[in-house]
């Protein structure tokens, strides 16, 4: 298996808090990705990195920001969390893109924003 | 609208039976990815297809990409209560190196 870690496995906050979720991955893979999970949309990319302090955004990036300032981490940071946030969160890590990539997913992060 | 169209969303069937699913798109890609996604857990790659019309098996898994690359399709054969799981399709965009999937099939195979 990857080694792609994620931290907290659950947590429940208040609106209006703010939350980070951390991603660790012990492969030096240089692509990491941020999605979210919610019935019926599949998985829908927030933010993604493609090498240490290079972030762009995804699809619904709005009310997210995130951080790479190591290799191995990627951090996920809600600033003020709102109850359309509660998902699963799940890292991806990728060592290249195209043809030949395989994406390697964390076990998820279910966040409950009450 | 999803760059990456899923039919259908839920499919509940008998072991035994076959069954096809979808992944659609007015794009054009290089290559698409399917995953897998059991309940607790992350997706799992099952394959990538790369040239129009290719076809892929593994074990009772047939995959093929469309000849124009703009869609691709999953058929199971005699499928098992194991195959039950979330199926995603996936296309890395040619732009920003972005990993986009489709919204998924819910697979359901009842014993």
């Known amino acids: 298996d990857a080694g792609i870690t994620q931290s907290p496995r659950h947590k429940v906050t208040e609106t209006g808090t703010p939350v980070t979720l951390r991603c660790h991955q012990t492969?030096?893979?240089?692509?990491m990705y941020w999605y979210r999970q919610d019935p019926g949309h599949g998985l829908r990319l927030i933010h993604y990195s493609y090498g240490v302090k290079d972030t762009d955004k995804g699809e619904v990036s709005d009310g997210y920001s995130v951080s790479r300032s190591k290799t191995e981490d990627f951090l996920l940071t809600l600033e003020s969390a709102t109850s359309s946030q509660t998902s699963v969160y799940f890292c991806a890590i990728s060592e290249r893109t195209g043809a030949g990539s395989e994406a390697f997913f964390g076990q998820g992060t279910r966040l409950t924003v009450v | 609208t999803q760059l990456l169209e899923q039919s259908p969303q839920f499919l509940s069937i008998q072991e035994g039976e076959n069954l096809t699913v979808y992944c659609n798109s007015s794009s054009v890609f290089s290559s698409l990815q399917w995953y897998r996604q059991e309940p607790g857990e992350g997706p799992v790659l099952l394959v990538t297809?790369?040239?129009?019309?290719e076809v892929k098996k593994l074990k009772r898994l047939t995959f093929q990409f469309g000849d124009a690359r703009k869609d691709s399709s999953l058929h199971i054969t005699a499928a098992q209560p194991g195959d039950t799981g979330l199926y995603l399709c996936a296309v890395v965009m040619e732009y920003g190196n972005k990993l986009v999937f489709g919204a998924g099939t819910i697979l359901r195979v009842k014993s």
């Open positions: 297809v790369v040239t129009g019309g």
């Open positions: 492969e030096n893979h240089r692509y």
